[in-house]
């Protein structure tokens, strides 16, 4: 039962990090798609 435990914990914590990177990179892309569109927004035409 401590082995099944330990490896249901290593399986919660492992999902835990893919969420986290997830949004991470979600945010990231968000910031970086909001920066191009600040960035074109400043380009005189």
Do not use: C, D, M
């Not at 401590?2 to 492992?14: F, K, P």
């Amino acid at each position: 039962t401590s082995s099944r435990e330990s490896t249901t914990v290593l399986e919660r914590n492992s999902a835990i990090e893919t969420v986290s990177l997830v949004s991470v990179e979600r945010f990231q892309s968000v910031n970086f798609l909001r920066a191009a569109g600040y960035k074109r927004s400043q380009v005189p035409l």
